[in-house]
């Protein structure tokens, strides 16, 4: 499976082979390394970790566990694989080349936070109405019966919105740029310019 850690440059458009002008997110997909590699017989399933970026302010334990892939990135994160190449090894280099054009992926990132919002901005709840006495124009309203006495876990009301991880699935690579190590996304990626977007291959 592919996959890389990139950081959310910003929206543009770029115009398809058959004349479709797009909208297209660009990730900046420097290099990401590989710092460990698990196996079933050892950690009870496959996956790679992929560090991405350097820091300076690492913990010991980190720096330890870098030290294997003589790297020392500030970024950390795991990716389920079903199977991993035999030549796949520590301290080898993904570069946005990883992905080419046409390419269905996954994008996860933390969306942006809103803050307190009430249930008309967060759930889409419809407003009261204004004539007629009617006073609970943003209100939430009723938000339980007289049988049983108490609220439900997970009853939609105010709270905080945004500021979670959010996966939007089955977006297409329209643009690899190599030079700039830049890949483009057709469409929406969550989260605010500079986050970090884990980019993988769709199921």
């Known amino acids: 499976m592919k996959a890389m850690i990139t950081r ?10 058959d004349g479709a002008l797009v909208p297209v997110t660009l990730l900046s997909a420097s290099a990401n390394v590989i710092t460990q590699i698990k196996n ?3 950690d009870g399933y496959m996956a790679i970790q992929i560090g991405f970026e350097t820091g300076k302010n690492i913990g010991k334990a980190q720096a330890g566990h870098n030290a294997k ?7 950390v994160r795991e990716v389920r694989m079903a199977e991993i190449d035999e030549e796949t090894k520590l301290g080898d280099q993904l570069m946005a080349d990883s992905f080419s054009v ?3 992926v ?27 006495g009617g006073r609970s124009y ?7 019966s007289m049988y049983p006495q108490r609220i439900f876990p997970g009853k939609k009301m105010a709270g905080q919105m945004g500021d979670e991880q959010v996966t939007v699935k089955n977006l297409r ?31």
């Not at 892939?69 to 970024?75: E, N």
């Not at 329209?174 to 291959?201: T, W």
Request: no cysteine; aromatic share 2%.
């Open 102 to 104: 046409g390419d269905v």
């Open 69 to 75: 892939s003589k790297s020392s990135p500030k970024i």
């Open 106 to 132: 996954d994008v996860t990132g933390t969306s942006k936070g809103k803050g307190w919002a009430g249930t008309i901005k967060r759930h889409n709840f419809h407003r009261g109405r204004k004539t007629h």
């Open 40 to 42: 079933p017989e050892v």
């Open 8 to 17: 959310k440059v910003g929206m543009t458009s770029v115009v398809l082979e």
């Open 138 to 144: 943003r209100r939430v309203g009723s938000i339980g």
């Open 173 to 203: 690579v329209a643009l690899v740029d190599m030079e700039h190590n830049v890949i483009g996304v057709i469409g929406a990626v969550p989260g605010p310019r500079k986050g970090i977007v884990m980019i993988k291959e769709a199921k």
